[in-house]
């Protein structure tokens, strides 16, 4: 008698704990849904799975499940949903130990960071040994320039001096600190910094 009823109203049973109308639709959509999903995956095994998750899952849900005018069409995308689902477990299950390549993945971040503290300190030391080389009064027109942001009209009224010689003290600063560091990447690192 169950059989003559429309698949909508079955799945209405279904959702009240009918156990006949939840079998009948398993075993009317078994197959629909078996060629279905092998257009998406041909691993069999995956598949029928993924089906009886599926219906192991409306079970579980079935009180709080929308009424269902296609059910066809709600399956089937109900399957592609399960799908995903059960590939995202697989990548998990399969990794051999996902705590393990999350503490991995921690000490790389941390020998990371410790490299790039190191490196820091290596090049600030360098920089300043290099500042070092520079006359007191490049020195002074650098730390004006970089350190406290003033402009050369700035520096040329507070140490007065012309502009044109603020600019040279600058430029033969800029032209030891390059011959001491070797490397022009350095000297624009520092004055990018400040």
Known sequence: MKDK???????????????????????????ALSHYGLRICQDHELIENAIQDLFIDLWRRRAFLSDVENVKFYLIKS????????????????????????????SLSIEQTIVQEESEE?????????????????????????????SLDEISNLIVLPKQVVKNLLSKSYAVLRVYLKSTYLVILFLSFF
């Open 5 to 31: 009823l429309t698949d909508a109203d079955l799945f209405k049973l279904f959702k009240k704990g009918d156990e006949s109308a939840f079998e009948i639709l398993y075993r009317k959509y078994f197959n």
């Open 79 to 106: 399957l592609r949903n399960q799908l995903i689902r059960n590939s995202q477990k697989d990548i998990l299950e399969n990794s051999e130990d996902v705590n393990d390549f999350l503490d991995y993945l921690g």
């Open 122 to 150: 290596f090049r600030n030391g360098k920089i300043k040994e290099a500042i070092s080389k520079l006359s007191s009064r490049q020195k002074e027109v650098i730390h004006l320039r970089y350190f406290q942001n003033l």
